[in-house]
């Protein structure tokens, strides 16, 4: 009877000692979801589908930059700073560039120029994105194009205690309504680096119908403005992904203030952006603004200061064929029709005009309505 009495309070100090260590465990992991609310992710996209592969290594591109009032300025001297270069143990707020990696701006467009050559970039850019949780729906290396499929921010989704418990496990039930896509294009240039210009495009979900009705409670997505600081936020992670520490990044990215520099003029009555800046800038803001503005660029010729693109009417279709194909069907009442965007240096400034598929230009409603786009994204 002893023994039994002996094994049985074992058992019950066993038992006891299990929950003690249970309890324990769910105390850290409510602290950890805790902390998880409080120091939520300002960017976390999530794709649909497969998740890219994951490095042995990966770079620490998730943390976005705190409060910065009381850090004392200045960057200890890094591995990743020595892969671009020597540095110093601090940057100055003016700098534009960290070893061979420079950041250009103009107006609320930014881009990275690297001294490196485009094919030793293209596998770490592709891999940039995939880390970041997207998939590639365009990925052609011999156009110097990449483009994700649209991905859901999930940053934005309310992190309160219900969302915490609830969300992870029945996660479709949450939407920020939200979706977003970016196109990467990496450029040669005369010196033998590479130009990266990062575009955004997003779409939102919006009610069809009178509220109250039958209809009201069927969406549509609807495009919605490019936001300049997504692209900059993402320019600055893959700043960290090619060498530069984080807070030279930042650095970086805060560099330059340009003032507006385009306006629309009328020459021999066609419209026509006029820019108040040489060639090359001006050619590659047009390349930036017609990535952003959803226009479909088949080819360029540089030498020729031409783009090759398609544009859709909205005055007879919206959607380009197979535009949006994950999000919702469509079918397109008239083909997209071809133009080509021709940038011309004059003198000091530079002058941006639509031409027809036959390189005549165009003084149409549709050759207007592409003026006036480029225009207000060049501002």
């Known amino acids: 009877m002893k023994t039994l009495q002996k094994r049985t309070s074992a058992s019950n100090v066993k038992t006891a000692a299990t929950a003690v260590t249970l309890a324990v465990l769910t105390m850290l992991a409510g602290c950890s979801s805790l902390s998880e609310m409080l120091q939520g992710e300002k960017i976390d996209y999530k794709s649909s589908g497969k998740t890219g592969p994951s490095l042995d290594i990966p770079p620490d591109l998730t943390q976005l930059s705190k409060d910065t009032r009381y850090v004392v300025p200045g960057a200890p001297v890094t591995a990743s700073g020595y892969q671009v270069g020597q540095v110093a143990p601090s940057v100055p707020t003016a700098a534009t560039s960290i070893g061979d990696v420079r950041i250009e701006r103009s107006g609320n467009q930014r881009w990275l120029v690297v001294n490196r050559p485009a094919d030793k970039l293209w596998g770490p850019v592709r891999d940039f994105w995939l880390e970041n949780g997207f998939l590639l ?26 969302r915490q418990s609830i969300g992870k496990v029945l996660e479709g039930l949450y939407s920020t309504g939200e979706r977003d896509k970016f196109r990467t294009r990496l450029e040669r240039n005369a010196t033998g680096g590479t130009e990266i210009y990062v575009s955004h495009r997003g779409m939102v979900e919006v009610l069809t119908g009178a509220v109250g009705s039958s209809k009201g409670d069927s969406t549509v997505w609807q495009t919605r403005p490019s936001d300049p600081e997504l692209e900059a936020e993402f320019l600055r992670r893959l700043m960290v992904k090619i060498g530069v520490s984080q807070e030279q990044s930042k650095v970086l990215i805060a560099s330059g203030v340009s003032k507006p520099t385009s306006r629309i003029v009328s020459v021999n009555g066609a419209p026509t952006v006029q820019i108040d800046e ?102």
């Not at 011999?142 to 859901?152: K, Q, R």
């Open 137 to 162: 729906s365009l990925d052609q290396e011999n156009l110097g194009i990449m483009e994700t499929d649209f991905a859901e921010n999930r940053a934005k989704l309310p992190q309160d205690f219900i």
């Open 278 to 379: 040489g060639f090359d800038r001006a050619w590659r803001r047009v390349g930036l603004a017609l990535d952003r503005t959803g226009f479909t660029v088949e080819d360029r010729d540089r030498a020729k200061g031409t783009y090759f693109v398609r544009y859709v009417d909205p005055t007879t279709d919206k959607k380009e064929p197979g535009f949006l194909s994950k999000l919702f069907s469509s079918t397109a009442a008239t083909p997209p029709l071809k133009y080509r965007v021709s940038v011309k240096s004059q003198g000091e400034a530079t002058t941006v005009s639509v031409l027809n598929d036959q390189g005549v230009v165009d003084t149409t409603a549709n050759a207007q309505r592409i003026v006036q786009v480029l225009a207000d994204d060049l501002k």
